[in-house]
């Protein structure tokens, strides 16, 4: 019954790789997101979805492309991996633009 | 540029004792405040949020206070126990959750001693 799931939760691939994370959401938000945590934690967003749109767009590198078949996913795809990209990756949803935020459990990304 | 200035980076507290963490902002546009958990290997979990309208809201052991003029707000977690060992994020937004997305402070790491 995870709120917000995200697989794979780790993922190890080398340097000039594509790879994708998935993000499902059960709880019928309209909003979705991606977040970034550095290794000293820092958290910072990538990518917000609402109803499909994407309204906002952090400057992050046109690698990164979110992707969302429907409103319960928001997957992100990352072209050409650099080990720079190696960070916890967060997907969160939210009910609407005002309430909370519900985020999944993370995906360690580590790029060799 | 930093929009959300959090310290200290780490805190270690008595079981029993007060924990305090405090943050910063400069965007007066902020409204909404919220405070987040994190434990290892986790995602962050929403503890508690302000809106400025009110100068503290208190749920449990966990108490916000926000000073609007000082651009200032902490979290106060009273009678602190061990399991309130964990990452705390303070954070802030324009539009609550929100469609702008959550600025996020960098972070506490707080331990509680047996």
């Known amino acids: 019954d995870t709120a917000v799931s995200q697989t794979p939760k780790y993922l190890v691939t080398q340097m000039g790789n594509d790879k994708s994370i998935k993000c499902e959401q059960n709880?019928?938000?309209?909003?979705m997101y991606w977040y970034k945590q550095d290794s000293k934690k820092f958290l910072k967003i990538m990518f917000s979805?609402?109803?499909?749109?994407?309204?906002i767009n952090e400057t992050v590198p046109n690698r990164f492309s979110p992707k969302s078949p429907d409103k319960a996913h928001l997957n992100l795809h990352i072209n050409s991996l650099e080990l720079g990209d190696s960070a916890v990756y967060f997907c969160a949803s939210s009910r609407d633009s005002y309430s909370p935020l519900h985020f999944g459990n993370g995906t360690r990304l580590t790029v060799t | 540029q930093q929009q959300v200035k959090q310290s200290p980076q780490s805190l270690i507290v008595q079981k029993g004792g007060i924990s305090i963490i405090n943050c910063a902002y400069e965007n007066t546009a902020f409204d909404y405040f919220p405070w987040y958990q994190q434990f290892p290997g986790k995602g962050p979990a929403l503890l508690i949020a302000?809106?400025?309208?009110?100068s503290e809201k208190k749920e449990g052991r966990f108490t916000i206070s926000f000073n609007k003029s000082a651009k200032q707000f902490s979290l106060h977690i009273m009678d602190s126990q061990p399991g309130d060992s964990a990452t705390y994020f303070c954070?802030?937004?324009?539009?609550?959750?929100?469609?702008?997305?959550?600025?996020f402070g960098k972070g506490t790491h707080l331990i509680i001693q047996p």
């Open positions: 979805y609402n109803n499909k749109e994407l309204i």
């Open positions: 954070a802030a937004s324009m539009t609550g959750g929100g469609a702008d997305g959550l600025t």
């Open positions: 302000i809106r400025p309208d009110v």
């Open positions: 709880l019928g938000h309209d909003t």
